[in-house]
């Protein structure tokens, strides 16, 4: 069983208790409770290792969402930013070998972010960034999101590109719950994507690495398979898959074949969304591999081993 070698999620967030949860007070109406139960389990950190404990999955790489926390522009105090960092490194130095950590940075903040970034990786010791895919009419190739995926190119960490609730279409989607604002966030997250393929930015940064949601496969699908459109006509399959991840959310087997069959198997990696999406994901995410008719070695590829070397775990 590829459960057996030790699943990592790649994909789980944890926001400390001493940190104000303030997405639930943006939140439509009919999502509000559910904030309130997930604002609780985010705090939580021994509700963090229990699915470790179980061994349903063998470790975590976790962060902190600024974006939760965030006033009504997005933004989050660089002084906190900061702090979470610190905290997420404590966080990692009390787990070892269960917990990893990803830095959040306001990758909008151009230089001062950038150096965050570099701070995160070199002192605190963390494996990558995680960044929002958009902050109001910018999305991640803008030109003061660059001096991040330069510090992140050269360090040779990956950078998690989180979906966030773009306006107006989160309120035009509101109405239809939680698949709506899905919906809207998965649009945010895969047009991101197709800025940095169409603006050159893997071209011009070789060394970038980036992981998005599944909620983005629709960005995957038309980069990757629209190339005659592109103005990158040949090579965009190349390029996608030597920069761009893409995680398991929802462990669905058609959704996981298609995410190979597009980026490779080298390219898709266990991340449920911990604890948004909650349950036992290592039982699911294997069943889910069997129905998509994985070998062995494509298994292991996709809970752990294409994780450990994105992240450089040895």
Not at 76 to 86: G, K, L, Q, S, Y
Request: glycine content about 10%; hydrophobic content about 45%.
């Amino acid at each position: 069983m590829a459960h057996d070698v030790g699943m990592i999620d790649f994909h789980t967030h944890h926001v400390p208790a001493r940190f104000e949860v303030t997405a639930g007070k943006t939140a439509p109406a009919n999502q509000r409770a559910r904030w309130e139960m997930l604002a609780r389990k985010l705090a939580d950190e021994d509700l963090l290792l229990t699915d470790i404990r179980a061994g349903d999955v063998g470790a975590r790489v976790v962060n902190i969402p600024a974006q939760l926390m965030a006033d009504a522009d997005g933004r989050v105090p660089r002084e906190t930013i900061m702090a979470m960092n610190d905290h997420l490194a404590a966080l990692v130095a009390r787990h070892p070998g269960r917990i990893y950590g990803l830095a959040s940075v306001d990758a909008y903040d151009g230089e001062k972010s950038a150096r965050e970034a570099e701070r995160a990786v070199r002192d605190l010791g963390l494996r990558g960034l995680f960044v929002d895919c958009a902050r109001g009419d910018r999305m991640v190739d803008a030109p003061e999101a660059r001096p991040t995926l330069e510090v992140a190119a050269r360090l040779g960490v990956p950078v998690f590109v989180h979906p966030v609730a773009p306006q107006p279409l989160t309120r035009q989607m509101a109405p239809y719950g939680v698949v709506g604002t899905l919906f809207a966030r998965g649009t945010a997250n895969a047009a991101s994507l197709i800025g940095l393929v169409e603006g050159g930015t893997f071209a011009q940064l070789p060394g970038l690495r980036l992981v998005v949601t599944a909620l983005a496969f629709g960005g995957v699908a038309l980069a990757t398979s629209v190339s005659g459109q592109s103005r990158l006509p040949s090579g965009t399959i190349d390029l996608m898959r030597k920069h761009v991840c893409i995680d398991t959310m929802w462990a669905q087997p058609a959704l996981l074949r298609a995410s190979i069959d597009l980026l490779g198997i080298d390219n898709v990696i266990a991340g449920s969304d911990w604890p948004i999406v909650d349950g036992p994901f290592g039982a699911k995410l294997t069943g889910a591999m069997r129905q998509a008719n994985l070998s062995g070695d494509e298994q292991t590829a996709v809970v752990a081993g294409n994780c450990r070397r994105l992240l450089a775990i040895t």
